[in-house]
């Protein structure tokens, strides 16, 4: 089946720097790839997503990169602020049987330091 | 973008009770809905997808019998933690799929299950 590992575990910048967080995923039918940012008993929420058949995405200060050949996927967020300091976790999916799978990474807790 | 609504928010509970967890998707239809667990300061596992009108789906590993999924409806899936022990607590979070098998998948606020 699908694995998706992430990393770093912990990440902390500080304000104003880059982040960046790196995914690599086993299965290439994986063909979508979000990423979420979760803070602390909250629900995960959506903040970028990139599909298979696009290299790179940007959103303001949010960009996904795809490598497809490596099975390679990274968030990075530039000019960080306070607010972004959440745990965030990538995933790939993948359609078995008719049916979407997402697995998603183990998350990085991001720091960002006034 | 659409909203998933779960309830309760959190649950505490006696050991052996049964606990019910519903997941309401309230602006759109979903066919499909999926079931998560989360421990503290880990990533989400996925224990089974819920298809309306038919048996779930459950990922290896997690006991049907122990974990009843209903999706009886297009808006409505629930779980049921049966006979709880304190190893069950956790954060169980649902997440509604729109549209086709291809669709945004939006997640619930999560109920947080402590079992005594």
């Known amino acids: 089946g699908e694995n998706v590992e992430q990393h770093p575990s912990t990440l902390s910048v500080q304000e104003g720097d880059s982040a960046v967080i790196k995914c690599t995923y086993s299965?290439?039918?994986?063909?979508?790839f979000p990423w979420y940012k979760q803070e602390l008993g909250k629900r995960p929420q959506l903040i970028i997503d990139?599909?298979?058949?696009?290299g790179e995405k940007k959103d303001q200060r949010i960009a996904v990169t795809l490598n497809k050949t490596a099975k390679h996927f990274s968030l990075h967020i530039t000019e960080t602020q306070p607010e972004d300091s959440a745990v965030y976790f990538c995933?790939?999916?993948?359609?078995?049987?008719?049916?979407?799978?997402?697995?998603f990474g183990q998350g990085t807790r991001l720091t960002i330091n006034p | 973008g659409a909203v998933v609504s779960q309830h309760p928010s959190w649950v505490i509970c006696k050991s052996g009770t049964s606990v019910k967890i519903e997941c309401r998707s309230l602006?759109?239809?979903?066919?499909?809905m999926f079931w998560y667990r989360q421990f503290p300061k880990k990533s989400l596992m996925l224990m089974a997808t819920s298809n309306e009108g038919s048996k779930a789906t459950y990922e290896q590993g997690v006991e049907k019998d122990k974990f009843l999924i209903n999706h009886a409806s297009l808006t409505l899936s629930t779980l049921t933690v049966t006979s709880a022990h304190p190893e069950d607590s956790s954060f169980y979070i649902c997440?509604?799929?729109?549209?086709?098998?291809?669709?945004?998948?939006?997640f619930g606020e999560g109920s947080r299950l402590t079992v005594l």
């Open positions: 299965d290439s039918a994986s063909n979508y």
């Open positions: 602006d759109f239809q979903a066919t499909t």
């Open positions: 995933a790939a999916r993948i359609i078995i049987q008719g049916a979407q799978k997402l697995v």
């Open positions: 997440s509604a799929q729109q549209g086709q098998i291809t669709g945004e998948l939006f």
């Open positions: 990139i599909r298979s058949n696009v």
